[in-house]
């Protein structure tokens, strides 16, 4: 089970000094891995703060290229050298703001696998196709386009577009339905087992209602990360109910 925290553009210094320092005297589970992405600048800072407690560091984008002239881009090189394990990559905020298309997002893809980084590469449908009822044709067609052909050890994220920051979340049906198609996909496809984890406005309400779907490997949580509280009840509904499930 996996609880990944997308902080994206948010939590200065001071805040993370205060995370990190409500998250000492936690107890973590061996059997639930969290991962923190705090915007690039504080992931030293953090790591620092975190770094005797069982949680793995993550960059919020990384570019194809290992070096060169790309004025404010990241090497994934970089982000493993910063004691990153994980990456993000094709976040609908990244496809929408800064026109990153499939094809882009499968070089990123490839190149932070090369770096050695596991990638939680996110797919997911926008309104319109939900409710044109060409939600899975969508996730199948963005899968095919962005997947690299050494996608080993990583993660999807579904995350409907229009679920992202909204409060809005997809029903059970839709959830397990995404999930199974985008597992046979990749199965068919790539031959790979590939764990994937809902994200769009996961908080502490809903977190036991999402975790239910035997489908859900994890959660990738944006705006109720960015409370300690909040992020470790999350944390501690996903390791009660793996022990609920044994
Ligand atoms: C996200 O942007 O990855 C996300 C899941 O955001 P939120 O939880 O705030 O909807």
Redo the contacts with the bound molecule.
């Keep these: 089970m996996f609880i990944a925290a ?1 902080w ?1 553009m948010n939590l200065d210094k001071q805040s993370i000094l205060e995370f990190s320092k409500d998250l000492q005297n936690f107890k973590f589970s061996k059997d639930v891995r969290a991962c923190i992405f705090p915007p690039m600048t504080y992931i030293d800072f953090l790591n620092r703060q975190i770094q005797n407690l069982p949680i793995y560091l993550g960059g919020q984008n990384c570019h194809f290229k290992s070096s060169g002239a790309f004025t404010g881009e990241i090497s994934p090189k970089f982000l493993k050298d910063t004691g990153c394990e994980y990456v ?1 990559i094709g ?3 990244r496809r929408i703001f800064n026109k990153e298309n499939n094809n882009e997002i499968k070089l990123r893809a490839h190149s932070a696998i090369n770096a050695d980084l596991k990638v939680i590469l ?1 797919v997911g449908e926008n309104l319109i196709d939900r409710e044109k009822g060409n939600a899975i044709k969508f996730i199948e067609n963005q899968i095919l386009k962005c997947i690299p052909e050494n996608f080993e050890n990583s993660y999807i ?1 579904y ?1 409907p577009i229009w ?4 409060g809005k979340i997809p029903s059970v049906l839709e959830i397990r339905e995404a999930h199974r198609n985008i597992k046979e996909i990749l199965y068919k496809k790539f031959n790979v087992n590939t764990k994937v984890l809902y ?5 502490v309400e809903n977190i036991n209602q999402i975790l239910k779907i035997a489908e859900v490997d994890g ?7 960015l409370k300690v509280k909040d992020f470790l009840a999350i944390y501690t509904a996903a390791v009660k109910h793996l022990n609920n499930s044994l």
């Design positions: 997308n994206k993000i976040h609908s905020e996110c994220a995350e679920s992202i920051g909204t994200g769009g406005s996961v908080n959660v990738l949580v944006g705006g109720a990360s």
